[in-house]
């Protein structure tokens, strides 16, 4: 048997949407637990799907269709495989172009939400953003931050 996690929008449909990829794939769903009274951090459903035993690439096709639709597979038989991260962005946020930033950031993850403090133009800004991330890049990801800091001269401070 297979174990899905998956992280879905709280919006109709996506429950629906989120099994289609299995079911093309021939998958025989097991069961499905949709945890409606929990929440992500970014407001998601957890949803736990247990399928019979598919082959890897199959497997991987599903994966790949889930996370096109926005279906955030958190882990695989209880392997986590993305991260949610949440980094404080503290200097000239804007003025170093902080559209860049997050373009520099997605190349390696995503940058699902920004929240951005700016008290005067003349003063520091600060920014939190929520990034997820796949387990193996989080060193490129700390390095790519690395270097922007360096470039930028902000400072970013990191969870684990």
Do not use: Q, W
Not at 53 to 72: A, F, H, P, T, Y
């Amino acid at each position: 048997m297979i174990f899905l996690d998956l992280e879905l929008k709280d919006t109709p449909g996506e429950l629906l949407k989120a099994l289609e990829p299995i079911s093309s794939a021939k998958g025989n769903i097991i069961s499905v637990i949709h945890m409606r009274e929990e929440r992500t951090e970014d407001g998601r459903l957890p949803v736990k799907v247990v399928i019979d035993k598919i082959d890897d690439g199959e497997l991987s096709s599903i994966i790949d269709k889930l996370e096109s639709i926005d279906v955030i597979v958190a882990k695989i038989n209880e392997k986590r495989r993305k991260l949610d991260l949440d980094v404080v962005i503290i200097g000239h946020v804007v003025d170093t172009d902080v559209r860049d930033t997050i373009d520099r950031i997605n190349e390696i993850g995503l940058v699902l939400d920004l929240d951005l403090s700016m008290p005067s133009p003349d003063v520091e800004s600060s920014a939190k953003m929520r990034i997820v991330i796949d387990v193996e890049k989080i060193d490129e990801l700390y390095e790519e931050l690395d270097i922007i800091s360096k470039e930028k001269d902000l400072l970013f401070v990191k969870s684990c």
